[in-house]
């Protein structure tokens, strides 16, 4: 399945913009930017994966555009999917990657085999 690359240029620019040290892999069928080898943000379809707290997590699903993070029929508290129309302007974008950097410290890594 594709993903939008424009979408996954908006976010780069942010990461570079915020001068975030970043890698990126491709995913549950889209993208996903790592940072310090954890999953920070990425891109499913034309939505904008975000990692962030789980004690912000209530509060942000409340945000325009906003849904969890469902792929298998179980919701994953401490990710939100945002659509295009939450983050249709920059600033709130940028709003979406901040917070995902705040978090990014203390989310955990997955385990390496």
Known sequence: MAYDEHLADRIRQALNDKK????EKKMMGGLCFMVDDKMCVGVVKNDMMTRISPDDYDTLLTEPGAKPMDFTGRVMKGFVMVEPAGIDMDDDLYKWVQRCL???????SSKKK
């Open 20 to 23: 975030a040290n970043y890698e």
């Open 102 to 108: 705040d978090f990014n410290p203390q989310a955990k």
